[in-house]
């Protein structure tokens, strides 16, 4: 390494050098290249390079075409925004048209909706004899007379119709939903029928479910609200019943079988020609909430007009009804009360239920509970029940508090009912008390309230049936004791939990109108000349 700098340089050949020195790398440009390529990389385009094309000379035609070319675009640009501002003046005043001819829909409504509101002031303001005015035939000195029914007190609200559709679901309702369920619908429909009942005046009207035809007679299920008087709990003497089939075609019906316990009825429509009809399915798991399953449901219903049928979807609810039956459930299907009394069918076209009326939810008495009363009205020609003077409610139903405080000893395997009311004797002489879950009776389990009305059923007609062929002279003896129930119960006494059982003796039929079914109170205006009624309407509160 010491003696590097002695080393000889290195020999390079001659040629080799001279193609070195050749190189366009090693070759020096001039300065005026080096000076207009820094000026082009520094965006200044020198006026002498050939790729200046602004700079070049033209002749005249060619800038007399740019010239044109030029103005052809500006005018193309400004036809392009007269064409835009005429579409904005004509789309402004189709809006403005829209908007005066809603501004005038809008006063004649508001000029209708005064009018009606000072034609119910007249008629809240009339009483039993209005006296003379002019008729509706134009005859002078016509004398009319007006009578209010179940006047509500003043400042009560508005009143509304009585029966109106628009409640009941829209045109579009099962849209959402697969072709099958309209299928299973329409399927259904055949099998519905509107109905109406009178006396002199009009009572009630709803929907009915063709369940069985047979000699020539078909039996509709509806609801008992269709022969109840409008002012008080007691059937109507033998009313007229009108039957629309889904044709149109009108038929007489007749009255079979009531009960006011279940708010149920079976109404007879002879008729020579066959009637499509659907049972009810008296499967109980669809009402099982400890079960995963869908709780998809359709409410029908059906006017007295040929193809007026009805439809609300919905879900079921987990939560009592407000109504006295306890065997009630809930869906949340919106319905109107001509509704009362059709079917509620699930996503797989059964029948599992039969819908009442109520303004924020629907009521329905579960499709196993109405197979087990038409059994009974078969069998017995009435529904027979144990009176045990216990009000229960489903324990799911229970506040979260109080379920948290019953349940701190375990949840029991079946989810039962709570007590929440011990009113007869013979249920007063048990340890049973408010609070207390009862899960089984008779051995049997049962998860809802519904269940165990079934089941009591059952108990009770199997017990009149042997009865029957043992004594047939011993039928519905109120003397002797009906029956014992054995309940397993779960006590709550001094923040200690048991499980007992106790045993209730009954010697009582439920009474039929044990249960209220409360509907609207219907405010009936009827109009009077010479004594005759020859109109008559009916409205509600809107409170």
């Known amino acids: 390494m010491a003696d590097t700098e002695d080393r000889e340089p290195t020999f390079v050949p001659q040629s080799l050098s001279n193609a070195v020195d050749a190189s366009p790398k090693r070759r020096e440009m001039p300065e005026s290249t080096i000076q207009s390529s820094e000026d082009y990389l520094c965006?200044?385009?020198?006026?002498?390079?050939?790729?200046?094309?602004?700079?070049?000379?033209?002749?005249?035609?060619?800038?007399?075409?740019?010239?044109?070319?030029?103005?052809?675009?500006?005018?193309?640009?400004?036809?392009?925004?007269?064409?835009?501002?005429?579409?904005?003046?004509?789309?402004?005043?189709?809006?403005?048209?829209?908007?005066?001819?809603?501004?005038?829909?809008?006063?004649?409504?508001?000029?209708?909706?005064?009018?009606?509101?000072?034609?119910?002031?007249?008629?809240?303001?009339?009483?039993?004899?209005?006296?003379?005015?002019?008729?509706?035939?134009?005859?002078?000195?016509?004398?009319?007379?007006?009578?209010?029914?179940?006047?509500?007190?003043?400042?009560?609200?508005?009143?509304?119709?009585?029966?109106?559709?628009?409640?009941?679901?829209?045109?579009?309702?099962?849209?959402?939903?697969?072709?099958?369920?309209?299928?299973?619908?329409?399927?259904?429909?055949?099998?519905?029928?509107?109905?109406?009942?009178?006396?002199?005046?009009?009572?009630?009207?709803?929907?009915?479910?063709?369940?069985?035809?047979?000699?020539?007679?078909?039996?509709?299920?509806?609801?008992?609200?269709?022969?109840?008087?409008?002012?008080?709990?007691?059937?109507?003497?033998?009313?007229?019943?009108?039957?629309?089939?889904?044709?149109?075609?009108?038929?007489?019906?007749?009255?079979?079988?009531?009960?006011?316990?279940?708010?149920?009825?079976?109404?007879?429509?002879?008729?020579?020609?066959?009637?499509?009809?659907?049972?009810?399915?008296?499967?109980?798991?669809?009402?099982?909430?400890?079960?995963?399953?869908?709780?998809?449901?359709?409410?029908?219903?059906?006017?007295?007009?040929?193809?007026?049928?009805?439809?609300?979807?919905?879900?079921?609810?987990?939560?009592?009804?407000?109504?006295?039956?306890?065997?009630?459930l809930v869906s949340s299907c919106k319905i109107s009360k001509r509704g009362v009394g059709g079917p509620l069918m699930d996503f797989d076209g059964n029948v599992i239920g039969m819908n009442f009326y109520d303004k924020k939810e629907t009521p329905f008495l579960p499709s196993f509970i109405v197979l087990k009363c038409l059994q009974h009205f078969d069998i017995f020609g009435k529904v027979i029940r144990p009176l045990h003077g216990l009000r229960v409610k489903t324990l799911y139903e229970a506040n979260l508090s109080l379920l948290e405080k019953k349940l701190q000893s375990g949840i029991p395997e079946r989810c039962g009912v709570i007590v929440v009311k011990v009113q007869e004797p013979s249920a007063e002489l048990s340890e049973i008390k408010v609070g207390d879950i009862i899960t089984h009776v008779d051995g049997v389990p049962f998860s809802n309230a519904a269940e165990l009305g079934g089941i009591l059923l059952d108990m009770c007609g199997k017990l009149w049936l042997d009865r029957q062929k043992m004594n047939p002279s011993d039928v519905f003896n109120q003397t002797a004791a009906l029956m014992s129930l054995k309940f397993r119960v779960r006590t709550y006494r001094d923040a200690k939990s048991e499980v007992i059982t106790q045993i209730i003796n009954v010697n009582k039929f439920t009474p039929s109108r044990l249960n209220k079914w409360p509907l609207p109170r219907p405010i009936i205006v009827r109009q009077y000349e010479h004594g005759k009624v020859i109109s008559e309407e009916w409205y509600m509160t809107g409170v």
């Open 43 to 328: 965006g200044q385009v020198p006026n002498n390079t050939r790729y200046n094309l602004r700079g070049r000379d033209v002749d005249l035609a060619t800038q007399l075409r740019r010239e044109e070319h030029k103005m052809d675009r500006e005018k193309c640009f400004e036809t392009k925004r007269l064409r835009k501002e005429q579409k904005m003046r004509e789309d402004r005043e189709c809006v403005d048209k829209a908007l005066r001819a809603r501004a005038v829909l809008d006063a004649q409504y508001k000029a209708w909706k005064e009018e009606q509101r000072k034609l119910r002031l007249s008629k809240q303001g009339g009483d039993n004899n209005d006296g003379d005015f002019s008729g509706n035939k134009g005859e002078k000195g016509s004398v009319y007379t007006r009578e209010i029914i179940n006047k509500p007190p003043e400042g009560s609200g508005d009143w509304l119709p009585y029966e109106s559709d628009d409640e009941f679901g829209t045109e579009f309702e099962l849209k959402h939903t697969s072709w099958e369920v309209e299928k299973f619908t329409l399927e259904l429909a055949r099998c519905m029928v509107g109905l109406e009942s009178f006396t002199d005046t009009k009572i009630f009207s709803c929907s009915g479910t063709i369940v069985e035809y047979v000699d020539d007679t078909g039996y509709v299920v509806t609801s008992a609200s269709l022969v109840r008087c409008p002012d008080r709990d007691e059937q109507i003497d033998k009313p007229k019943i009108n039957v629309w089939l889904a044709s149109g075609q009108k038929l007489e019906g007749f009255v079979s079988n009531v009960d006011f316990y279940y708010n149920i009825c079976v109404i007879k429509v002879p008729c020579t020609v066959h009637l499509p009809s659907k049972s009810f399915c008296p499967n109980t798991g669809f009402f099982n909430f400890y079960e995963n399953h869908t709780r998809d449901v359709v409410a029908l219903g059906r006017s007295c007009e040929p193809c007026s049928l009805k439809v609300a979807s919905g879900k079921l609810i987990p939560r009592r009804s407000r109504f006295d039956c306890e065997e009630l």
